[in-house]
């Protein structure tokens, strides 16, 4: 089975072509190829179908298995892959996935899809559709116990579940103590990817990201968008700011007028390969 490994700001998945290649069991593969020591290396797997509601269709399980219905640094990989390998020859295409449609401008180089503007679509404050355990219109830098201790939360959706906290230092918060503990939290019926903020300007911020399913990886597209709302709605934001991550930036647009967020960020081609299965 032929694969390639792609990856935006260091979140890097194994890309199937399933115009091509066929596979009967994804959340058993996304386990196999995501192994660093016996398979690939991966934060997970993302599959390329046809679509009868857009050009594309993606669908993407994280390395436990666990399926997510969306991946904003793994789309933007899509869209370089079914580019580069000339599926299309459009610089504005659709793609399906998780029940959703993402629109994708595609800056082309020498060829080549260099990087890619996603619209992400409105953000999802309402406590029933994030889905958190809690009454009202949001979930805003609220009071939470975790593990004994007080933080304070903004939730969002963003095609999948954030809690974001904002932190003086990023680089010194206790991702792998907390985030396990947050995503697992009672709050979350449908656990939640976690982000750390650290606000370096109201155009600048830093994040670190602790994955469902994948635990910290380098990079969350989603998560970005999700921290610059948070960001935004509790006054320490400009409505754009580039999110800085350990794998590299992504520079977040946020559209009031639309209530649409904007997220221009890198995909890159690792290598291709071949799997023996």
């Not at 386990?31 to 690939?40: D, K, M």
Request: hydrophobic share 40%; charged share 25%; net charge negative.
């Amino acid at each position: 089975m032929k694969f390639t490994k792609m990856q935006g700001c260091g979140n890097d998945y194994v890309y199937i072509n399933c115009f091509e290649e066929k596979v009967d069991d994804m959340p058993n593969m996304a386990r196999l190829v995501s192994n660093r020591n016996f398979g690939v290396g991966s934060d997970g797997l993302i599959c390329i179908l046809p679509s009868e509601k857009a050009d594309f269709k993606m669908q993407m399980y994280n390395m436990d298995g666990s399926y997510s219905p969306m991946c904003g640094n793994g789309i933007r990989c899509v869209a370089k892959y079914v580019y580069d390998k000339g599926l299309t020859a459009k610089t504005e295409i659709t793609i399906e996935t998780g029940g959703m449609i993402k629109t994708l401008e595609l800056n082309i180089e020498n060829d080549l899809v260099k990087s890619v503007k996603v619209d992400m679509g409105t953000p999802e404050l309402r406590p029933q559709f994030i889905p958190i355990a809690e009454q009202g219109r949001s979930f805003i830098e609220r009071s939470v116990i975790v593990d004994g201790k007080e933080i304070f939360l903004t939730a969002v959706n963003m095609g999948n579940p954030h809690a974001v906290i904002f932190v003086p230092d990023a680089d010194a918060a206790d991702v792998k103590g907390l985030g396990p503990k947050i995503e697992n939290h009672p709050l979350f019926p449908e656990k939640t990817n976690v982000e750390f903020v650290e606000v370096i300007d109201r155009e600048t911020l830093k994040m670190r990201d602790w994955e469902r399913g994948s635990g910290e990886t380098l990079a969350c597209g989603t998560g970005a968008s999700a921290s610059l709302v948070a960001a935004v709605l509790t006054g320490r934001a400009k409505e754009q700011a580039m999110v800085k991550l350990l794998g590299g930036e992504l520079f977040i647009q946020w559209d009031r007028e639309e209530n649409s967020l904007y997220m221009t960020g890198p995909a890159v081609t690792v290598f291709d390969g071949e799997l023996y299965l």
